[in-house]
Each structure stands twice: as C-alpha cells, then as structure tokens.
T-cell receptor, first 113, second 114 residues
Framework: AQSVTQLGSHVSVSEGALVLLRCNYS??????LFWYVQYPNQGLQLLLK??????LVKGINGFEAEFKKSETSFHLTKPSAHMSDAAEYFC???????????FGTGTRLKVLA | EAQVTQNPRYLITVTGKKLTVTCSQN?????MSWYRQDPGLGLRQIYY???????DKGDVPEGYKVSRKEKRNFPLILESPSPNQTSLYFC?????????????FGNGTRLTVT
C-alpha cells in the first residue's frame, strides 16, 4: 500500500534562509510524486511533480525537489525563503494504474522576518 | 479560464438535513475526486471517478454519495450529515487519474454540521 510521511508539521525559517521540507513515501512500484502548496482560504496548487526521467525537478516560485529512490524520499527545497512562501505544503503520491492519490499530513511553513 | 468550481464556499447545516456540494470543471478532465481536510490528518480521499458513470470509494467514503452523470460535474451528497462530517472539502480533477496527471483543486467548501 502507498503512504506518505511528512516530517515536521511546522517548520520555521528566517527570510533568506534555506527551506527544506521533508517527504518520504512508501510504494511497491515506481511512484508519481507531487508537491502542492495551500495558501489561507484557498485550494491546493501544484508546485512541482515527478513522473519519470530527471530526478531533480524544478517547480514554480524557485522550489525544487529531488527524487531519491534509494531513500524513498522527495524532499522540497528552496535556497532562499521569502515571506510570501508562508503556507502549508503537501506531498502526494500515486502509482501508475491506480486512482488513489495519497497525501501527507502537511507541513506549515512560517517565514520569520 | 481553466478551473474547478465548488459551491457553496461555506455551509452550516443541522444533523440529518440532506445537502449537496456541487463541483464542476471546464477542462474536459476524465478524473474527478473529493477530499476532506482535517487538522493533523491532511487530505483524505472520499470518492473518485475515472469517467462518466464510473466511481469508486476512496479511504473515507462512509456517509457520502457521489454521482458522475456528466463529465464536467461531480456532486458530493451527504444524505444525513452528522457533526463528525464537519470539515473542509475539496473537489479536484485531472486529465487522467493514475497516469501522473496533477490534480487541479477547487477553492474548498467549509461545512459545519451542528
């Protein structure tokens, strides 16, 4: 069965510091992986996705994530945090041929001035 | 503009009073699904639909019904709402589920059942 674990329900960083949000997945077959961002009172928006090919994926707003099969991880990073990055971030997984997207429990990012 | 539209945005109701939350997408997507979001639990899938007249249960289907009579619409029905269904609900669609297509989300419906 698929599962997603996001370590840290709350993460705080200073403006300009590195952002690292952790996501580990469990899947018996190669997964498709996604990161979504949710701003207050809004739906989720796609940040980036990994399907096949290059393991380092670049997304919107300067975010990127690296698929590491050996570590079953898909951590999200951004070199320099901006105040506008404050939001909740969700990692999600789905495997080919299935129809269930599995989401992590989310990480709320706070950016300190 | 490509979008998923949910209505209403906010809904307060009483236990046992049937309600429907509508969801419509204008992207000709095959796949649609419903999620509920609760603090500390993330998003949990309620039901999904692979195409017209094809639906299946997600992880938390109890107390909910869905139908997919047209490709663009996927309403969520609570026949007899209970307080434990108080939650934030999201509808989402994708070009084709299971093939790595990303989900497009509506803006959510906050439901309170008293």
């Amino acid at each position: 069965a698929q599962s997603v674990t996001q370590l840290g329900s709350h993460v705080s960083v200073s403006e300009g510091a590195l952002v690292l949000l952790r996501c580990n997945y469990s899947s018996s077959v190669p997964p498709y992986l996604f990161w979504y961002v949710q701003y207050p009172n809004q739906g989720l928006q796609l940040l980036l996705k990994y399907t096949t090919g290059a393991t380092l994926v670049k997304g919107i707003n300067g975010f990127e994530a690296e698929f590491k099969k050996s570590e079953t991880s898909f951590h999200l990073t951004k070199p320099s945090a901006h105040m506008s990055d404050a939001a909740e971030y969700f990692c999600a997984v789905i495997t080919s041929g299935t129809y269930k997207y599995i989401f992590g429990t989310g990480t709320r990012l706070k950016v300190l001035a | 503009e490509a979008q998923v539209t949910q209505n209403p945005r906010y809904l307060i109701t009483v236990t046992g009073k049937k309600l429907t939350v509508t969801c419509s997408q204008n992207m000709n997507h095959e796949y649609m699904s419903w999620y509920r979001q609760d603090p500390g639990l993330g998003l949990r899938q309620i039901y999904y639909s692979m195409n017209v007249e094809v639906t299946d249960k997600g992880d938390v289907p109890e107390g909910y019904k869905v139908s997919r009579k047209e490709k663009r619409n996927f309403p969520l029905i609570l026949e007899s709402p209970s307080p434990n269904q108080t939650s934030l609900y999201f509808c989402a669609s994708s070009l084709e589920g299971g093939a790595g297509s990303p989900l497009h989300f509506g803006n959510g419906t906050r439901l309170t059942v008293t």
